[in-house]
């Protein structure tokens, strides 16, 4: 817990380690940000065997960070559901549903991304 006392060097470390352990809580066990990290290694490989261009990187880049970030503000959101209510509430269901839109219009937006940069490597 980052204290009022702390100064800003160490409120610094202090929020970073919290936010590396909050990502590695989710690449080791939350499924769809495992599947998603390695659908995201898998492109940067066939990225550099293809030797992508500097702008395609950078769009790869991004949307490879966007549907990780969405998976993971879906899963925040799923967990802060179930503590406030973990029984089935309509209400409840709802919000989760929203929520999983998130990383759904993400990783539409990656593949066409995708498309983008290998469909014509490919033809």
């Not at 929020?15 to 590695?24: I, L």
């Not at 066990?29 to 550099?48: D, K, L, R, W």
Request: neutral net charge.
């Amino acid at each position: 817990m980052i204290k009022p006392t702390d100064n800003f060097i160490v409120g610094r470390i202090k929020s970073f380690k919290y936010a590396a352990k909050g990502g590695w809580i989710l690449l080791t066990t939350e499924h769809s940000v495992i599947v998603q990290a390695i659908i995201g290694v898998i492109m940067t490989v066939v990225g550099f065997i293809i030797q992508l261009s500097t702008t395609e990187w950078m769009f790869q880049t991004i949307a490879i960070a966007i549907v990780l970030i969405a998976e993971a503000a879906n899963t925040a959101i799923e967990y802060l559901c179930d503590f406030i209510h973990p029984d089935y509430h309509k209400k409840i269901g709802s919000i989760k549903d929203i929520a999983a839109g998130i990383p759904f219009f993400a990783a539409i937006f990656a593949v066409i991304i995708g498309l983008i940069i290998y469909v014509p490597k490919f033809t």
